[in-house]
C-alpha cells in the first residue's frame, strides 16, 4: 500500500500535486475566472457581517493557519487572529456573534480543536471547518465544512495536509474577496491561474529529491539548527522546523528573520546550518540583511529561494534552492516542499522510523 516508496511520509509527499489538484476541483469555475465553494452555506449578508476571524488548530495544522491569516487578510481585508487550540479557550478570547471561526485539523478529530469549535459555537460566532476527514467530529459538528481533497495520510508527519490547507486557504480568500468585492475579477483570475500551474510547480521540486538529500544528510551530523524567515516565509519556516524535530529529533528553532539581534543570535556558532526562506520579492533585502548577521558568526546558510531572486540572493549564502515562480500569496505551498524532503531525509540519514516517529500519535484525541 505504499505504492513502491520506502515510507508513507515519502508517498504522501509525491501525491501533493494530485491533492492540490483534488482540492481545487470542481471549486473553479470553468472559464477560471471565479472560485465556487458550494459548500459554503454563509449568505452574502452574513460574509459581509464578518467583522474578525479566529483561526484556531494545532501542530502543522495550525501552521497552515498562519499562512490562512495571511492570504485572509490580504485578500479579504478582515483582521484574523490564530491560536493554537491548546490556548484558546483558556484565554477567555473574544468570540462575538461577528466572528468567524476557522478550525483547521486533518483528522477531523484533535480533541483541542473539537473543544475550540463548541467553545466558538457556544459563544454564537460561525464555526468553518477545513478537514481532510468526511465525517469526521469536527466536519459534522461546524457550520460550513471544506474538505481537503488530500487522501488519507497515514505518516505521523504532515505534509499533503498541510499543502491542501493551503490550498483551501487561498480558495476561501479569493471567495471572500469576491463577495465582498475586496479585489477585482482580473486579479481573482490571475491568482487562480498561477493556483492552476502549482502541481507542475511541486513536480519539478521533487525532480531535485537527490539535491535537498544531500543538504538532509549533512545536517542529519547536527544537533541543532535554524530556519529563519520574514512574513509567510517565517510561517513556513516553523512548519520546516516542526517536520525536522518530529522526524528527524534533531533540535531546530524557527525565528523571524528580524527578531535573531534580539536573543537568539548567541547561539549562532561556527558551522551551524541556517536555513532561510526567502520568497517574498518585497521583503528579501532585509532577509538578506539577517543572512549576513549570521553568516558573520560563522552559519552555514542555505537558501530556499524563489525564481527569479536566485542570483542576488547567492551572493550572500553558502547554497540556494530555487524554487519556480509564483505569486508572493502562494509561495508557502512550494517553498515548504524542500523542507519536508529535507526532513524526510535527515530522518532517513539518522536510521528513524520515519512514518512513526517516538511519543507522537497521528490523532490526538487527548487534551
Ligand atoms: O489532525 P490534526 O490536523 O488536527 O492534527 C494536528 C496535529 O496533531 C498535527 O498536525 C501534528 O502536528 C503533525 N504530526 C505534524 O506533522
Redesign the pocket.
Known sequence: EKAGYDHFMLKEIYEQPKAYRDTMMGRVSDDGKTVTLKEIGMTTEQIKAIRKVHIV?????FHAGLVGKTIIENLARIPVETDVASEYRYRSPIITPDTLVIVV???G??AD?LAALREAKRNGARVLAVTNVVGSSVAREADDVIITQAGPEIA???TK?YTSQLIAFSLFGLYLAEVLGTKDGAWVAEVIDAMHQLPEQVEAILAQANVLKQVAESISKHDNLFFIGRGVDFAVAQEGS??LK?ISYIHSEAYAAGELKHGTLALIEEGIPVIAVITQEDLYEKTLSNIKEVKARGAHVLAIVNEGMEHEVAKSVDETFVIPKTLQVLAPALSVVPLQLIAYYASLARGNDVDKPRN?AK??TVE
Not at 488548530?57 to 495544522?61: E, N
Open positions: 488548530a494545532c501542530g502543522t495544522a485539523s486533518q483528522s478529530e484533535t480543536t505521523v508527519a504532515s495536509a516542526l517536520k518530529e507522537l490523532s490526538v
